[in-house]
């Protein structure tokens, strides 16, 4: 589990100024299709995620890299895709590129579409059980190869001495090397964001049992 040292006055900064640094963000649901109430919470994490980002990097040094899941290319082409994504976070990474860090791609480009094709397949309301089970297992293949795969990208371009951010889903199974020291930024709007979306399932979950769905007459 990532230490949560997004604001870093215990233990004293001195003994992490050295050496290789991952401040790892939590990723948020975002898109326009969520009520506004939940936007602006959004709107309010991602300004105390620059924040605490600020605030590392003024005691360790200037972010070098930049990583985030799901974009499969570096560079501008990576940032044309991120904007295009929508997912809260361009305006975090382009102000950090424009500085001179360099946005790095973690995934394969061609695991990445095989995982989510096997995740869409899970979605679709499998009947059946030996089916769903084949998928499953080949979706946890290829997430654990995908896992693997952002480790040793991530080691590789990650030097001695740098302080990267990657911004990543929390639920992620990635073992990153025993050197990496890892700052989870985790601001209070965090805590709010989660509320709100467990709340809002609820809801939904309620109004279902209410009102369940009318069931199809057989063919």
């Not at 004293?12 to 009520?35: C, E, H, M």
Request: net charge negative.
């Amino acid at each position: 589990m990532p230490e949560e040292l997004g604001k870093i006055e215990k233990p004293a900064v001195d003994q992490f100024t050295s050496g290789r640094k991952l401040f790892f963000v939590p990723l948020v649901i975002t898109g326009k299709d969520l009520p506004l109430e939940y936007l602006v919470k959004v709107d309010h994490y991602w300004d105390e995620v620059e924040t605490q980002i600020s605030n590392l990097e003024s005691k360790l040094g200037a972010v070098g890299q930049i990583y985030q899941e799901l974009i499969p290319q570096d560079g501008e082409p990576g940032l044309n895709i991120l904007k295009d994504l929508n997912l809260g976070t361009y305006t975090l990474v382009k102000s950090r590129v424009d500085k001179g860090a360099k946005f790095i791609s973690l995934e394969d480009a061609d695991l990445l579409a095989e995982l989510m094709d096997w995740s869409k397949c899970l979605s679709v309301g499998l009947q059946s059980q030996k089916v769903f089970s084949r998928i499953y297992d080949l979706y946890n293949e290829a997430s654990k190869l995908r896992n693997e795969t952002i480790a040793k990208k991530l080691d590789a371009s990650l030097k001695g001495n740098e302080n990267a951010i990657l911004l990543m889903s929390e639920g992620h199974h990635v073992q990153f090397q025993s050197d990496i020291k890892v700052f989870y930024v985790a601001p209070p709007s965090l805590d709010a964001v989660k509320r709100w979306l467990r709340d809002y399932e609820a809801s939904l979950k309620a109004k279902e049992s209410q009102n369940p769905p009318t069931p199809e007459p057989p063919i």
